[in-house]
Each structure stands twice: as structure tokens, then as C-alpha cells.
């Protein structure tokens, strides 16, 4: 899945821009400590912008590892959950024109809404504040038909009574999609095309967009190790995008493309400012402590000097894209990696810090998930034998027991299936009374098709069932009648 959260701040043109004292030689610096972090792992690209001059502008690594190809400003890269401003921009371009109103229920274009959702407004979908849930359960790439979709999305219960929360929804932003396409009467892709991307000259931006086949995209890299393709092969090999990824996450774009995106969003070339302005107020706190907020597809805080962030990140777990705007300050940071690893989303804030603070750089890591995955895809044999490699070498550094289980069911996303059993095997010998992580190898067997030990997994998940709140039995018990049957 993506990641979700952002953070951003209110947008405003200042009179008076307070300036940045840097010169060439910080950027000069900041470009080797970025050529450094690739030798030690990092791939992407930065962009820093200051006062409307671009300070650096460069691409780091190559898009696929055993190329030749560089990444450059011009490579496509998955901008994750940055997308949603992109959503959220497209809505008022619509309210713009007169066609909707944040204030409507989403009743006036579902029908055979639940009691509970019909008073849902597009406000509180723009602002995460509607209690929608995150999602279906359907991966990024799982084609669900429309109605089913919603169908299903709209069946579910409600986190709480719409306007009295705060709950992160990509759902709801695929809601705002399918809103766009209802009332526009085109696809997603092309309203935006049309009323953003052409107006604000992005002619490298979309899901589908034939000239985007014509491009660089970068690859990604899973753990920095674990090559899964770009997802703008997997778009254009579906022909289609699928709704739980829809209007919330997976747009791609370049480097010089997202610059065209800033610059566009401070003029009136996209949205006139009673409408743009709209973006970027703090409607609806994200915490507790009302230390950030969130707009529409942005999030809005203060930062330590007292002036505003605006900004969001979005990710699916490989790609990672950070769009971090100091309107104040006059400065604008944008990130991208193909390669998600521990340092990789501390970035673009140490990057930031160093500008404003002249904090010292700390040195890339990839950490120690990178190496355990790294180690298991280097060493011949079956999963038994990897696991013994790992275990040697690993098994007094890991006292978390989520580590080896996210990574093991990430690999078995992927295929990786004798690395994700690898990794699991070890997790269960650390922490044997987890039930959870027994049912986590028993589910790597099981789509492996080792129906034997898959059973003795399932089996010992059981088992270790607690007194309450036992949250993978119900997999476990679907997956010992489904073995039961085939035998």
C-alpha cells in the first residue's frame, strides 16, 4: 500500500519572502552528500527551488540497476499519495465552474447509499474526515468493476459519524474520482489532462498517457534490493487502472514536470486563487495536539521557525515521492526514490534541515531489512538453508518481531516465495508463541503451493490462538478447509 500521510503547509504568495542564506557551495555540498548516498544505496531525484531559481535539479542512480540509462529530471517516477492533490485540485475546478459544491452529499451521484454515508459531503472526503475506510482490501492492482467497487467500499462500516474524526482515507479520494467522472462525464485521467496538466504545460504527467511510453521510468527497487518493474509497465500492460489505486495514489511524473506542478498552483492558470487558496487551508486537524492539519490533498503545519509547511509524501512501499513546499521561505523540495530503504523518507527533512539549520548530513543507510533481504536473494539453495545464512548472521540484531514478517510477506507479494519463507521460518523460530507469524508462513506456503506445511503452520497459528481478539484465525481456519478440500 501506499503511504498516506503528507505534510505540507498553507500556500500564500508573501510580499516579503524571507531569505535562505546559501549559496552555490551548500548546493554544491548537498549534490556530493546525495552522490555519496547512491554509492551507499539511495536511487531518485531532488529538486530544490528557491525564490522561483532552481538551486539543483538532479537525478541520481540508474533507472534500472543492470542498465545504462541514467535518471535524470525527465524520469518518471510513481508519485504515490501525491496524487490526491491532483484530486483534490480537479474538484475545484469543478466547484470553479459552478458543477459542484464541497458542500454536497455524496447521495447526489451514488444511489442506494447505507443511511449512515448519505450525508457524507465532498468536504469531508477532501479532508479525510468522513470516516470512510481506507480501502476494500484489494491491492493496488486488483481490477474490481465499478459498481462492485463502491458496492463493496460502501457496505463497510464508518470509523465514525461523518465530520467527528480524523481517519486517513484513500478510498475516499477514489470516491472523489469516480465524482469527477460522473459529473464531467470523462475518464478520471482525462479530466485531469485536460482542466491541470495541459493548462500548467505537465504534458509528462498521467497513468495512461501514451506519451508517458515514450519516457525513462524508473524501476523499483523493493527493500533497494528486490527489482519489481515501474508501474508505468504494469498500467500500460492492464490498459486500466484499478479503483483502489484510482484517484488517490500511483500517478506518475517527472522532476521537471511537478516544478511546472508548483509554479502552476501560484498562478491563475489552474484555478483562479478564491478556489486555489481552498487547497491549502488547515480545514481539519490531523492530531490530537492540533500540530497539523489538512487541507484539500494537502497537509499544513508550522514548522520550528514559525513559518508554514505545506506538503505530502505518498508511497506503496518500493516508491517514495515527497513534495515539501515553504512558501514563506520561498523554498520548494521535491523528492523522489525508487528504492525505499530505512533513510530513504528522513531525506528530504534532513535535506531541509541542512538548508535552514546547516544541521550536518548523516550518512545513508539502507538498513537492517535491506540486508536481510539482500543476504537471503544472494544465497543459493532452499529456504532452510538461506534461513540457517540469516540466522547466523542476523539473529541477535532483530528484537522486533514485525521486522521479518513485513518483509517476508512483501517478498511473497513478489514471488519471492523461497526468500519470503526463509525470512518467515527464521521469524517463527525467534518468536515461536506468535500466532500471527505462524499463520504469516503458512500463508507464504500455501500460495507456493506447499499445501503439507502450510497445514503444520495454520495449524500451530491455531493453536496459539489468544483468549479474544484473535485477528488471523479467520485466515488460518479459510485456509485448513481449503487444503481439507483439495485433499
Known sequence: MRLHKIVLLALAIVTSPMVLATDAADFNELDKYLTTAEANGFSGAVLIAEDGKLRLNKGYGKTERQGSTPITADTLFDTGSVTKQFTAAAVMHLVQQGKLSTAMPISRFFNSLPEDKQAITLHQLLTHSAGIANGIGARDFTHVPTDEFFKRLFALPLYFAPGEGYAYSNAG??????????????????????????????????????????????????????????????????????????????????????????????????????????????????????????????????????????????????????????????????????????????????????????????????????????????????????????????????????????????????????????????????????????????????????????????TQAIELKPAENCYWCDNSAARLRQISTAD
Open 173 to 458: 479520494y477514489s470516491i472523489l474520482a469516480r465524482i469527477i467522472e460522473l459529473v464531467s462525464g470523462m475518464s478520471y485521467e482525462a479530466y485531469l489532462q485536460n482542466a491541470l496538466f495541459e493548462p500548467a504545460g505537465m504534458h509528462h504527467t498521467g497513468y495512461l498517457n501514451p506519451v508517458l511510453a515514450q519516457l525513462p521510468a524508473a524501476a523499483g527497487y523493493l527493500f533497494g534490493e528486490v527489482e519489481t518493474g515501474s508501474t508505468r509497465d504494469k498500467y500500460f500492460e492492464d490498459e486500466a487502472i484499478a479503483w483502489p489505486l484510482k484517484g488517490n495514489g500511483g500517478m506518475l511524473s517527472t522532476m521537471n514536470d511537478m516544478y511546472l506542478w508548483a509554479q502552476a498552483l501560484q498562478r491563475d492558470s489552474v484555478l483562479a486563487a478564491k478556489y486555489r487558496d481552498q487547497l491549502f487551508e488547515p480545514h481539519v486537524a490531523e492530531n490530537e495536539e492540533g500540530t497539523s492539519h489538512y487541507g484539500y490533498g494537502w497537509a499544513v503545519m508550522p514548522t520550528p521557525r514559525e513559518t508554514t509547511f505545506i506538503g505530502h509524501n505518498g508511497s506503496n512501499g518500493t516508491y517514495y515521492f515527497d513534495f515539501r513546499w515553504l512558501p514563506d521561505e520561498q523554498i520548494l523540495i521535491l523528492f523522489a526514490s525508487n528504492a525505499l530503504v530505512e533513510s530513504t523518507m528522513a531525506l528530504p527533512y534532513y535535506i531541509e534541515q541542512y538548508l535552514f539549520e546547516k544541521e550536518p548530513l548523516p550518512a545513508f543507510e539502507t538498513g537492517i531489512t535491506s540486508q536481510i533481504a539482500g543476504l537471503s536473494l544472494r544465497t543459493a539453495g532452499n529456504p532452510e538453508r538461506k534461513k540457517a545464512v540469516l540466522q547466523e548472521t542476523f539473529a541477535s540484531r532483530i528484537d522486533n518481531k514485525r521486522t521479518l514478517n513485513r518483509a517476508g510477506l512483501r517478498l511473497m507479494d513478489n514471488e519471492r516465495y523461497n526468500d519470503a519463507i526463509a525470512l518467515l521460518l527464521l521469524n517463527v523460530d525467534l518468536f515461536r508463541d506468535d500466532g500471527n507469524l505462524w499463520d504469516s508462513l503458512g500463508e507464504a506456503y500455501f500460495v507456493n503451493g506447499q499445501y503439507a506445511q502450510a497445514k503444520q503452520a495454520f
